[in-house]
């Protein structure tokens, strides 16, 4: 008899549990069920912006919204590396009407005018860091080793 009686409990624990564990899963779906939030109630200020438009890469007179910050020609319209020598580009104010500070006599929003490669003497504006013959006239790599071309100030002479 005792033995009956130890498997009664034994059975009757069991059922409780499950009962038990049950009805808890439920409650706690229920309870943790996340309540929905109205973005525009939380913060009124972004309901009232109109949605971002891309900017152009250049604006009307041809100014690029981010350019080399080796002064390579060309620019984009994103934050990323030049394609000429793979330098940063940097943003450029003078995009959205900003003044920049200019050499004398060049206009900042006028389209840069690229120099040629080697001047009347036949100086190179860019020659190879590591003496390779030739150079280039921007900067950049080497054709031959692969090393970065550096600029030659005698170019300007």
């Known amino acids: 008899m005792k033995f009956n009686k130890n ?3 034994l059975l009757l624990g069991t059922f409780i549990m499950l009962y038990a564990c049950s009805n808890n899963s439920e409650k706690t779906q229920t309870e943790v069920a996340p309540t929905p939030v109205d973005i525009n109630a939380v913060n009124p200020a972004i309901s009232n912006q109109a949605p971002s438009t891309p900017e152009p890469a250049q604006n009307a007179a041809g100014v690029w919204h981010y ?4 002064g390579c020609a060309g620019g984009a319209g ?9 330098s940063p580009l940097a943003h450029n104010a003078v995009y959205h009407g900003a ?6 006599g060049t206009n900042p929003a006028a389209p840069q005018t690229q120099d ?8 190179w504006h860019y020659t190879c860091s590591k003496g390779c013959a030739g150079g ?3 900067a950049g790599n080497c054709a031959t080793c692969g ?5 030659n100030a005698l170019y300007h002479q």
């Open 7 to 9: 498997i009664s409990i």
């Open 67 to 70: 350019i080399c910050t080796k």
């Open 78 to 86: 994103v934050a990323g590396n030049c394609t000429v020598c793979g």
């Open 99 to 104: 003044a920049a500070p200019a050499p004398t």
């Open 116 to 123: 040629p490669p080697q001047n009347a003497a036949g100086v």
């Open 136 to 138: 280039a006239g921007t």
């Open 147 to 151: 090393g970065p071309l550096a600029h």
